[in-house]
């Protein structure tokens, strides 16, 4: 599929995101701050969005690490998407309880932002760890 497929712009923005979107009534609402070079969000994930009974599902933790590492650059407005990455489950992730999510840029090569984040409780345990590879779109 094509960008031309679309009826729109395929980036465009209209805020109903199932991560960040505000006016979708279904999703997290992902609030986004930078410390250093990294990008923080904190989420408490409800139920609705368990697997095992009481445990954030882990394709939930995926998505959630996806969208702090592509917003590491979209909002310091740079178009950026991800064309790959790879999660860790590290221990299970307890729904309706608060997860920090941070990302950070390794390195960038030609048009590909090589990226890493991390899911952590407030205890500090790591749940999940991931990495991207985002590229850069006009």
């Known amino acids: 599929m094509t960008t031309e497929s679309f009826n729109c712009d395929p980036f465009a923005d209209d805020h109903y995101c ?3 979107g505000e006016k979708n009534p279904m999703g997290l609402r ?8 990294k990008i923080i969000s904190e989420v408490i994930i409800p139920k ?15 998505t959630l690490l996806d969208e702090v590492m592509v917003n590491l650059y979209w909002l310091r ?14 221990a299970p992730c307890p729904v309706n309880r608060k997860v920090l999510f941070s990302a950070w840029k390794v390195e960038t090569k030609r048009n590909i932002h090589f ?3 991390e899911a952590r409780l407030e205890d500090g345990m790591v749940v999940a760890e991931a990495s991207a590879k985002c590229m850069k779109v006009k």
């Open 18 to 20: 199932l991560c960040c």
């Open 30 to 37: 992902m609030k986004f701050r930078y410390e250093d070079d």
């Open 48 to 62: 609705e969005f368990q697997g095992f009974a009481d445990v954030v599902h882990g394709g939930i933790l995926g």
């Open 77 to 90: 407005g740079e178009k950026a998407v991800t064309v790959e990455y790879q999660v860790r489950l590290k």
């Open 115 to 117: 990226t890493e984040a």
